[in-house]
DNA sequence: AGCACTACTTGCAACGTTGCAAGCTCAGCA
DNA sequence: TGCTGAGCTTGCAACGTTGCAAGTAGTGCT
């Protein structure tokens, strides 16, 4: 097994070089002499070894997407756009999940001794910000995604959390709900995605002459399904419980919603409720998701393009690229249909 | 960027082996020189060059999965449980969707290409058959994840479809339904999940005295939501629709659960329903999801092992292993709690 | 017959790393 | 002074591949 150029020549009686020759589909190569190799490669089932191929061509045709957390819809979805924008160029994509632990996204993206092994990265940071990434000394191509990095100095695609924000929450404003709550608010600096879809939620409110009250803004720890459910259950406490709750992603709203279902209330009579990101999930919760929509495939397109960009030597400033978005009316604001 | 070794030595003045030395941190080295070399380093921002390492030492540190489909949240959630296992021992995994699709699993399997990068593979096949699997040229460790492949030479884990899909029918009837239906048979060989959910659905029914009624059996292309759905619509325009069915997956199940949701029919009350693969979906949806869990950490766990082993030079014969599963009991079928 | 040219084949070196064994220097000791 | 050995450093070769340029043989032309 695992036979080499070498074992093949040997058995075939020619030089290496010949070997290489038929194995590349090289034209000078004789009739003859492609019949006996081609018989040695078929008999010892040559296949050409990977590692030394990427050592001496420099490039692997592997492009590593390094992500979070997979089990968020999300990003499972996303990676899906992200695999067959790269398959059109000939590239396969493996995926990583750090689960926004430092320590891997350390490894991955900055040390080259796993990253190496990939032509260029696709990388959604958490932990890593601004300063980590301006001196990276690895040399392999990055193109960031999502908000976390404001000035990498590195390729970066983004969508405007703050309008898509203020769109969701003026829909909730436009239905004529009174108390808006939004649940997704983040402290820490390495998640800024809940900061600035507060500020497009209180841009929304002000803008609509609303006062912002506190206590309809929920932190959460996750942008998981049970910390919506656990947000919404405390919003139902207070004394004056939303009549409307923007989450700042579907799995937050799907975890509210069981929330609200499981209390007897209804969606969206009782309280209507927005999501942010389109998971397929959504579609098929009942009442339905109404959502703000990132086009997945936008990013996904812009991401491998200007990685492979890269990969030819563009040596142009980084891009800044602000991908779509639009707000999906479902039932959970307009109702069931008749 | 990119400074090698010998770019490190001569900045340094010292050879290239002593640099090596000092990168692998070798106690034969003396203070100052460790000193010196550790200074011309930081000046280049020397990273070792991964490939290259490879190919001299003979392991990457990686393992690639190798998965139909990333946006089904059971697959996403193996992920997880496997990423954290392979960790445990030092290994980074990477992530490689199929779609189920032969070219695309013969590239990353069969061919060296683009699997030779990776220490092992654990693999959930669709296309590949046994046959295929069998003479598999390169020599990378396999282990196989699924039902597809029954006598492939290598280490493969899987769980009791039928025995699992028996319970899960056995269930309804114990629940006292009458027409219970199965949604997700299917015909293609390549997709033997389906098949033997049916065996154990037939299995459960007729050692019940029951009859086995052929339009209450729906089969399905995928097992997405979007199936589940239209098969759940097929049944429910039968004369005499069904007051359970057994989904073979949860998606299949979600999306039967807003067909029937949508009509005004309840759950469990008018159709009861069970799943399969206990993702998190099904537990936040209203009703949640009565379903069949597989033991997806004893699954990763075994699967992670088995591939060490291999790397570990375990030559015995290969292993088939049947991981555990449970019935667990929710709304979708008990009923919501007062 | 001699030469040029075509058609095909080959050896060398290099990609960046590390195992191996040999090399050097110098202190310590007889 | 010469020898031993410890302490440290080094050159060579190899992992498997491919670009380059040079090599060989054979054909056809003059």
Known sequence: MA?????????????????????????????????????????????????????????SGLIALVL????????????????????????????????????????LVMRGSRAA??????????????????????????VLLGERVVQGGLDHIMIDNVGAAELATRHLIDLGRQRIAAIGDQFDETRRTGQLRTQGYRAALQSAGREVIAELVRPVEFFHRADG?????????LPEPPDAVFCYNDLLALGALRTILSRGLRVPEDIALVGFDDIEDGRYSTPSLTTISPDKNQIAKNAVQLLLNRLDGDRSDPAEISAGYTLELRESTTGRPV
Chains 1, 2 share one sequence.
């Open 117 to 142: 092994m990939f032509d260029g990265l696709i990388f959604n940071p958490l932990a890593l910000g601004d300063a980590d990434l301006r001196n990276r000394p690895s040399s392999t191509p990055v």
């Open 68 to 107: 979070p957390e997979l089990d968020v819809p999300y990003f499972a979805e996303l990676t899906r756009a992200v695999i067959e924008q790269a398959a059109v160029a000939g590239y396969t994509v493996v995926v990583d999940q750090t689960d926004g632990d430092p320590v891997r996204e350390r490894e």
């Open 3 to 59: 036979a080499t150029l070498r074992e093949v020549a040997e058995r075939a009686g020619v030089s290496v070089r010949t070997v290489s020759n038929v194995v590349n589909d090289f034209p000078q190569v004789a009739a003859e002499t492609r019949a006996k190799v081609q018989r040695a490669l078929d008999e010892l089932g040559y296949q050409p070894n990977a590692v030394a191929r990427t050592l001496r061509n420099g490039r």
């Open 229 to 237: 459910a656990a947000a919404m259950a405390e919003l139902l406490a």
